[in-house]
């Protein structure tokens, strides 16, 4: 342990403290410089396994744990909820090759609460843009730490507002995974309204997600087609390479895809969605933005609440990343700012069947 101690004193004055956990030796050494030679970072420690982990985090803070997936005795999806509760408030990044075989392990990661994944190279391929990808993914999630968070308002106070909702449209990014896992445990399967969601994710990714969502929620959920009719009792996902958006025909709604650059520059976008959720749905709309970077989904909260709908934002505690939910917060179009299980207790407390 006397090189963690070196580590520790190094870490001593650094604004954000890093924990790596990964059984290669390579990996760790290689890491641990990258980390050291990235301004506003140290390296805490540097431990082999999630045993070693839990016991260096007994006793010591940081502020984000860069977690590898296949180790020895403990893998990191399985440890993952313990070194969250360990890490009293850190942000987990996942770094492993496994998120480089298909979306099953990177959705999974982010369902059970990191903040973020990013594919580990081969050993001796620590080389290109890693280091520079690495950078900005621990800046991004200690660019945003949190402070007070807003007065809480209870979810009863929905009621106050009088409406009812015909649908529901979630939009979320980097932390967003885990909130919605939150909220849609909340909802009972009996609620049969609508639900749509977009999520900042690469396309390949989105069969996976849809499949986690049908679990948590409990009810179908599918990635969206042009032209998709939509009905009760389902979840609809944003596909990764186009804009969500509805549309009102003769005897129902339909959704269409669209490509169009938005102001955010996300594809898909959560704006064009709410957007036409509010000329369709009008005061009969609830809008929902959990934790995300960036301000993505706020000129379409302004557009549910002038249209009489009710926009819900996820509270700065909760969130991995305030940008999205703040964003709509401090534009004034936030009607609640509550933690992702509240907004489920709301969207449970629907009174139409």
């Excluded at 006793?59 to 744990?65: A, F, H, N, T, Y």
């Excluded at 009293?88 to 990661?109: D, F, P, R």
């Excluded at 069969?207 to 389902?234: I, N």
């Amino acid at each position: 342990m006397a090189s963690n101690t070196i580590l520790k004193a190094a870490a001593a004055n650094a604004s954000a403290r890093v924990l790596i956990v990964d059984d290669s030796a390579v990996a760790r050494a290689v890491i641990s410089r990258m980390i050291g030679a990235a301004r506003g970072f140290a390296v805490a420690a540097a431990v082999p396994d999630v045993h070693a982990a839990m016991a260096f985090l007994q006793d010591e803070r940081v502020d984000i744990v860069l977690l590898d997936i296949e180790m020895p005795g403990v893998d990191g999806l399985t440890a993952l909820p313990d070194l969250l509760a360990a890490g009293q408030g850190a942000k987990i990044l996942v770094v492993s090759s496994s998120c480089a075989e298909g979306a099953a392990a990177t959705i999974q990661a982010l369902t059970l609460g990191a903040a973020d994944t990013l594919v580990k190279p081969g050993v001796g391929n620590f080389v290109g843009r890693f280091a520079d990808v690495l950078t900005d993914k621990l800046s991004r999630l200690v660019d945003h730490e949190p402070r007070a968070a807003a007065p809480q308002a209870p979810a009863a106070r929905v009621r106050a507002t009088g409406n009812e909702f015909d649908v529901v449209a979630i939009g979320a990014s980097t932390g967003g995974i885990h909130a919605m896992g939150q909220l849609l445990r909340a909802i009972p399967a009996s609620f049969q309204l609508p639900i749509l969601v977009t999520q900042h994710l690469p396309g390949s990714f989105m069969p996976y997600f849809a499949a986690q969502l049908a679990v948590l929620g409990g009810r179908p959920a599918v990635v969206a087609e042009d032209h998709m009719r939509l009905l009760r009792g389902r979840i609809y996902v944003a596909p990764g390479d186009a804009h969500m958006r509805c549309a009102r025909f003769a005897d129902g709604v339909s959704l269409r895809l669209s490509t169009e650059r938005v102001a955010s520059g996300c594809l898909p976008s959560v704006d064009p969605m709410l957007e036409t959720v509010a000329e369709v749905f009008g005061q009969r709309a609830l809008a929902v933005v959990l934790s995300g970077m960036g301000r993505d989904g706020a000129a379409g909260a302004k557009r549910v609440v002038q249209a009489g709908g009710v926009v819900a934002a996820q509270d700065r505690a909760s969130s991995v990343v305030w940008g999205m939910p703040g964003a709509v917060v401090n534009a004034g179009d936030a009607t609640l700012v509550i933690p992702p299980d509240e907004i489920g207790q709301l969207i449970a407390a629907q009174r139409r069947p």
